[in-house]
């Protein structure tokens, strides 16, 4: 039996000395993967919890503070992480065929939209910033940007979206390291990528988890209805 276990280790060079075999190693990934991103839904869960109790009690104060958003930046950002979800799939297909030039490429355009969300949203908080409608001391010291809404509940929506958003924004940021480092391990053609998919698959859905959070970010905090 020890000296099946040796050939299995030297026949796959993605498998590691821990693990009998490379099923074995990739069932272990996945585990691992999905318990992480079902703590990272629970964390952001509560965010939203807190988002939908105080929307309910200050409606209007909250729609007229949120007019102050750039819907069109944020839709630009949308489209720029749906992209994004596009090519680290086809990123993940092109890992399973061994197509390294395709991968490279794609995870190469993963990062390139990462940094362009990053920019924008970096515009977006100057704005507030200028405008003083972050929380603090100061927060509604220029009050037409308030559009009318009371300066402690607006207060409480801005708390929120520089809460929610900026967390949003740091996951972005582990997302270009890890895909930063993905895109090195197929640069050098190292063989626990070239060999096996699955560490480009979980680097995958932890990204497809990222833009599924601004998907919902987007319409709460950008769209929000004129309520009755």
């Given at each position: 039996?020890a000296a099946i276990?040796?050939d299995?280790h030297?026949?796959?060079?993605?498998?590691?000395h821990?693990?009998e075999n490379?099923?074995?190693?990739n069932d272990?990934?996945i585990v691992g993967?999905?318990?992480?991103?079902?703590?990272e839904?629970?964390f952001?869960?509560?965010?939203?919890l807190?988002?939908t109790?105080?929307?309910s009690?200050?409606?209007?104060d909250w729609?007229?503070a949120?007019?102050?958003?750039?819907v069109?930046?944020?839709?630009?950002?949308?489209i720029?992480?749906?992209?994004s979800?596009?090519t680290?799939a086809?990123a993940v297909?092109s890992?399973?065929?061994?197509e390294?030039?395709l991968?490279l490429?794609?995870i190469?355009?993963t990062i390139?939209?990462?940094?362009?969300?990053?920019?924008?949203?970096?515009?977006?908080y100057?704005?507030k910033?200028?405008?003083h409608?972050y929380?603090g001391?100061?927060f509604g010291?220029?009050?037409?940007?308030?559009?009318g809404?009371?300066a402690n509940?607006?207060?409480?929506?801005?708390g929120l979206?520089?809460?929610?958003t900026?967390?949003?924004?740091?996951?972005i940021?582990?997302?270009?390291?890890?895909?930063?480092?993905?895109?090195?391990?197929w640069w050098?053609?190292?063989?626990?990528v070239?060999?096996?998919?699955?560490?480009?698959?979980?680097?995958?859905?932890?990204?497809?988890?990222?833009?599924l959070?601004w998907i919902?970010?987007f319409?709460?905090?950008?769209?929000m209805p004129k309520?009755?």
């Open positions: 039996m276990a040796h299995t030297e026949d796959h060079g993605a498998l590691h821990q693990f490379i099923e074995q190693q272990s990934y993967m999905w318990t992480f991103l079902v703590t839904v629970m952001f869960g509560a965010l939203f807190i988002y109790l105080y929307r009690m200050y409606q209007m729609y007229l949120h007019e102050e958003l750039d069109k930046l944020g839709a630009f950002n949308t720029v992480l749906l992209i979800s596009f680290v086809v297909r890992a399973q065929r061994k390294r030039g991968v490429a794609n190469g355009i390139a939209c990462a940094f362009i969300f990053l920019v924008v949203k970096a515009f977006e100057s704005a910033f200028e405008h409608l929380p001391p100061t010291s220029v009050p037409e940007h308030l559009n809404a009371n509940y607006a207060q409480l929506f801005y979206y520089f809460g929610m900026g967390l949003h924004a740091l996951h940021i582990v997302g270009i390291i890890v895909l930063s480092a993905l895109f090195n391990l050098r053609k190292c063989d626990s070239m060999k096996d998919y699955i560490p480009t698959e979980l680097v995958g859905l932890y990204w497809h988890f990222v833009d959070v919902f970010l319409p709460l905090m950008y769209l309520p009755h």
